[in-house]
């Protein structure tokens, strides 16, 4: 399995604001995802991070809300652009070789005022 | 519209006995089922999954038992203990496609 790191791993944000997250990996993977975790709900996917091009956003996530890189095989980010009470989630980035074999990291919690 | 329903958000059981942990989905075309447990200021990890051409897999104190016809699935852990309490997330895919996840249960072993 990866060893997986996220930074940070918390924070608190004032509205209007931006925050990046990073996801590193320790050895190079294939794929790479971003979910989201808001409370009381289940982990909800926000785009699959490619490298060398644009991420791939699902169905109520946009690019210029949720801006993703991923810049080689072991790191990505993302950026939560903007953002509202309602951001306040957590953040998780995954990765796997397969699509059924998904690894996640340890998660940043944001927190939004 | 939620794929994957976990219906009950904890559950409380005596250490030593079986926790079972329900869910239910709704697209019959989903084919892959998996269990992933989470404990506080961590990541899911990976428990146990099924395929569906089986309607049971064993690992350890673990089993996964998988009823196409009602579309449920439940997870088995026996016997219980302290290191199990925990949230447990149920999911599903259909092929390759995405995994979609249920809310979680929140497992508590009692001593």
């Known amino acids: 399995s990866a060893v997986i790191s996220q930074k940070p791993s918390r924070d608190i944000c004032q509205r209007g604001t931006s925050l990046t997250i990073q996801c590193q990996v320790d050895?190079?993977?294939?794929?790479m995802f971003w979910y989201r975790q808001q409370p009381g709900q289940s982990l909800t996917l926000i785009a699959t991070?490619?490298?060398?091009?644009?991420?791939?956003?699902e169905s109520g996530f946009v690019i210029d809300k949720f801006p993703i890189s991923r810049p080689n095989l072991t790191f990505s980010t993302l950026t939560v652009s903007n953002m509202s009470p309602e951001d306040s989630s957590i953040y998780l980035c995954?990765?796997?070789?397969?699509?059924?074999?998904?690894?996640f990291g340890p998660g940043t919690r944001l927190t939004v005022l | 519209d939620q794929q994957v329903k976990q219906n009950s958000p904890s559950l409380s059981v005596q250490e030593g006995r079986i926790s079972i942990l329900n869910c239910d989905y709704t697209?019959?075309?989903?084919?892959?089922f998996l269990w992933y447990k989470k404990y506080p200021a961590e990541g899911p990890t990976f428990l146990i999954s099924?395929?569906?051409?089986?309607d049971k897999n064993e690992d350890g104190r673990f089993t996964v038992f998988l009823n196409k016809s009602a579309k449920h699935l439940s997870l088995h852990i026996v016997p219980s203990q302290p290191g199990d309490s925990a949230v447990y997330f149920c999911?599903?895919?259909?092929?390759?496609?995405?995994?979609?996840f249920g809310k979680g249960t929140r497992l508590h072993i009692l001593p």
């Open positions: 697209n019959s075309m989903f084919d892959y």
């Open positions: 999911a599903a895919s259909e092929g390759d496609d995405k995994i979609i």
């Open positions: 995954s990765v796997a070789s397969l699509v059924h074999e998904q690894f």
């Open positions: 099924i395929s569906s051409i089986k």
């Open positions: 050895s190079q993977v294939t794929m």
């Open positions: 991070a490619n490298q060398g091009s644009e991420a791939t956003y």
